[in-house]
């Protein structure tokens, strides 16, 4: 094989891998493998470069779920950990790049067609102005692109959004927020806006309703009692997940001057199919006051996964890095 550049965006659940050509940006051989099956990454990456047949990568890009702060790599919401030089060492990589996840998918946000795309409420978005990028997963993801004089490509923000603190604007969300705070201890946005989180919204909702309802342990579980079996709980626990993240996307909208939009990504909500639309959402992402007119201006956009965007985030990052 020539030389080859190996990307993989890794998520509390998910690794998602595939390679480039050198000169050529198609993705080949684009898989998903379930990161707690195997016990580190080394074995993850060997069994997908066994599984496509390639022997030795030039070189690679990792987008991952944690803070990217030195050498060291500990991921937030997984139990893999890894020496950056020591990864490059053992698959002999020329370079290795790693980045969050989100400052990755933020990079691939000016690539994404139409197609990939569903917008859901706002206007147009203003040219060169910043965008914001949020998305529910494992965890919960924040980034953006701001776009400084001299840089119109953009610059990507790396920062650890997901754990801002979460904050309650009506009754009931502040009797929910109680009960995962008797929990955490300090409830962050990932507390809520999450997979996990969701589970914990539905077993909250209980609590205060003083119900039983059905016994949930997945996000899945809970998206199907909501959506399919329009179980009253699910569904409320499901409508604060949703205002929650408005909530923090929001925020974040104001925080940057986000006019160049607002993009969701993360695999929990496409799952919701246009449910979302008609959720607390978007009243909760415009719910600001004073600020209501310069929020509902703001188009938010979700991303279809299934383009697994953020390994092309990775690989213009390597581009980005030179040498
Ligand atoms: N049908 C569903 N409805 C809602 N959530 C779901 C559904 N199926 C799976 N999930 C949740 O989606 C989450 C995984 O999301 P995603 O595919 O974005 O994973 P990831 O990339 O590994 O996560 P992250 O990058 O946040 O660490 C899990 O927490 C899982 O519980």
Request: charge should be negative; glycine fraction near 14%.
């Amino acid at each position: 094989m020539p030389a080859t550049r190996l990307l993989a965006d890794i998520g509390g659940t998910n690794i998602r891998l595939a390679w480039q050509n050198p000169g050529d940006d198609s993705l080949h051989d684009t898989r998903v493998l379930q990161c707690a099956q195997y016990p580190t990454v080394d074995d993850a990456i060997r069994t997908y470069l066994g599984e496509v047949g390639i022997r030795a990568p030039h070189e690679a890009a990792f987008g991952i779920a944690n803070p990217v702060t030195g050498d060291a790599i500990r991921m937030t919401n997984h139990s893999w950990s890894f020496s950056q030089k020591a990864v490059r060492e053992a698959f002999g990589f020329a370079r290795l790049v790693v980045i969050n996840d989100f400052t990755a998918l933020a990079l691939a946000l000016p690539l994404l067609t139409p197609d990939l795309l569903r917008q859901v409420g706002g206007g147009q978005a203003v040219p060169g102005e910043a965008i914001g990028l949020v998305g529910a997963g494992t965890g919960l993801g924040v980034s953006g692109l701001v776009f400084p004089p001299h840089s119109p490509a953009g610059v990507p923000l790396s920062g650890e959004g997901g754990h801002v603190t979460l904050a309650a604007q009506t009754q009931h969300e502040f009797d929910v927020l109680q009960v995962l705070q008797q929990r955490y201890g300090h409830v962050s946005a990932e507390r809520a806006v999450s997979g996990s989180g969701l589970v914990d919204l539905y077993h909250a909702v209980r609590t205060v309703a003083k119900a039983g309802g059905t016994e949930v342990n997945s996000a899945a579980q809970v998206t199907e009692a909501a959506l399919q079996a329009k179980d009253p709980l699910a569904l409320q626990a499901l409508d604060l997940f949703c205002g929650f993240l408005g909530n923090v996307a929001g925020n974040l909208a104001l925080t940057l001057g986000a006019r160049g939009g607002v993009y969701i990504g993360g695999g929990m909500v496409p799952r919701l199919g246009e449910w979302f639309d008609q959720s607390s959402f978007r009243q909760r992402f415009e719910g600001k006051g004073r600020f209501q007119p310069y929020l509902a201006s703001i188009p938010c956009w979700i991303i279809d996964p299934s383009a697994t965007p953020a390994l092309y985030g990775a690989s213009r990052a390597l581009d980005i890095a030179g040498g």
